[in-house]
């Protein structure tokens, strides 16, 4: 936050006097400020690895098991066929979902209009 205060000021400073080689000489101020502490990530870089190949490994073996039921002469139709169901009202599972997604439409249409309108108080409040 503070590099960037003194970013704006060298910049508006620099540019009263504007000249052929204005970008060498900010660019030189810039490179003169002292530079900030080393970034810490957030997730240490042993977690990261461990995480892709999680991944990379969950992703494989649905794609290897992909594989075998396609390439094998399974019956995997009549599997899935075979298992019991539980009696489903459907009809209350179906107005659930179609609730749901209405309410969620309507919650991003809401929250875009007010994100709007605190938007504009905020920029009246700064002026």
């Known amino acids: 936050m503070e590099q960037d205060k ?12 504007a000249s052929a080689d204005f970008t060498d ?3 030189k101020k810039v490179y ?13 870089p042993k977690f990261k690895k461990g995480f892709v190949f ?16 396609a390439l094998s002469d399974l ?4 599997w899935i066929q075979g298992i019991p169901l539980p009696v489903l009202n459907y009809n209350k ?3 659930f979902i179609f609730i749901f997604w209405v309410l969620f439409i309507l919650n991003m249409l809401f929250e875009k209009k007010f994100q709007l309108h605190r ?3 905020t920029f009246r409040n700064n002026d």
């Not at 704006?8 to 540019?15: G, H, P, R, T």
């Not at 019956?75 to 009549?78: A, L």
Request: charge should be negative; include cysteine; charged fraction near 10%.
């Open 32 to 44: 003169s400020l002292p530079a900030p502490s080393a970034y810490q990530p957030l997730v240490s």
């Open 6 to 17: 003194q970013l704006k000021e060298i910049l508006l400073n620099s540019a009263e006097g």
């Open 75 to 78: 019956d995997v139709i009549g």
């Open 93 to 95: 599972l179906l107005l």
């Open 25 to 27: 000489v900010v660019m």
């Open 119 to 121: 938007d504009r108080l």
């Open 54 to 69: 999680a991944f990379g490994t969950i992703v494989a073996g649905i794609f290897v098991l992909c594989l075998i039921i």
